[in-house]
T-cell receptor
Framework: QQQVKQSPQSLIVQKGGISIINCAYENTAFDYFPWYQQFPGKGPALLIAIRPDVSEKKEGRFTISFNKSAKQFSLHIMDSQPGDSATYFCAATLSGGYNKLIFGAGTRLAVHP | DAGVTQSPTHLIKTRGQQVTLRCSPKSGHDTVSWYQQALGQGPQFIFQYYEEEERQRGNFPDRFSGHQFPNYSSELNVNALLLGDSALYLC??????????????FGPGTRLTVT
């Protein structure tokens, strides 16, 4: 019940295209869902996050869509650029649980020029 | 403003040895968490320190221990190293108060190789 399942494992997108990464969770007590971006040799960096009381959040080219009834959320990267090539992790946490992050397995995104 | 810093960057140890990793949190942060990231996987929560006490622990054996100092910096100690302990060890910090308390900032990690 503590797992977060992420798909696909890897993704290849052409420059200018839309990248879509999906995550699903079981624990309905989770109340904060961040996405992290990680470049090789670096630590994860927070990209965007959402709470379950909203269905969508947009920041620049990055959008989170959240479906509370399906217990699913997804990251959309619009106008994907080669510089977006990185590994993306979804995560979930319990605010009342000291914010321990439960991560998905990651999606390796390659944006080809 | 320096972000989360970790040392050393890389470390090579032999099975059975002990290792200490260090972390300095982002300025203004009082809570430090440690994560283990095996190659090709997502980070796994080890434990969290707040007010110099271990507040929460993940599914890791007692060989993994930690400490938080009065200046909020933290150490991760691993005893009796196993080959399976080879991973990137990440430190994350946040402030336990304020509107942004859920946001965690990660350091660059320490790459530990056990031979």
């Amino acid at each position: 019940q503590q797992q977060v399942k992420q798909s696909p494992q890897s993704l290849i997108v052409q420059k200018g295209g839309i990248s879509i990464i999906n995550c699903a969770y079981e624990n309905t007590a989770f109340d904060y869902f961040p996405w992290y971006q990680q470049f090789p040799g670096k630590g994860p960096a927070l990209l965007i996050a959402i709470r379950p009381d909203v269905s969508e959040k947009k920041e620049g080219r990055f959008t989170i869509s959240f479906n509370k009834s399906a217990k699913q959320f997804s990251l959309h990267i619009m106008d994907s650029q080669p510089g977006d090539s990185a590994t993306y992790f979804c995560a979930a946490t319990l605010s009342g649980g000291y914010n321990k992050l439960i991560f998905g397995a990651g999606t390796r995104l390659a944006v080809h020029p | 403003d320096a972000g989360v810093t970790q040392s050393p960057t890389h470390l090579i140890k032999t099975r059975g040895q002990q290792v200490t990793l260090r972390c300095s949190p982002k300025s203004g942060h009082d809570t430090v968490s440690w994560y283990q990231q095996a190659l090709g996987q997502g980070p796994q929560f080890i434990f969290q320190y707040y007010e110099e006490e271990e507040r929460q622990r993940g599914n890791f054996p007692d060989r993994f221990s930690g400490h938080q100092f009065p200046n909020y910096s933290s150490e991760l100690n691993v005893n009796a190293l196993l080959l399976g302990d080879s991973a990137l060890y990440l430190c994350a910090s946040r402030s336990d108060r304020g509107a942004d308390y859920e946001r965690q900032y990660f350091g660059p990690g320490t790459r530990l190789t056990v031979t």
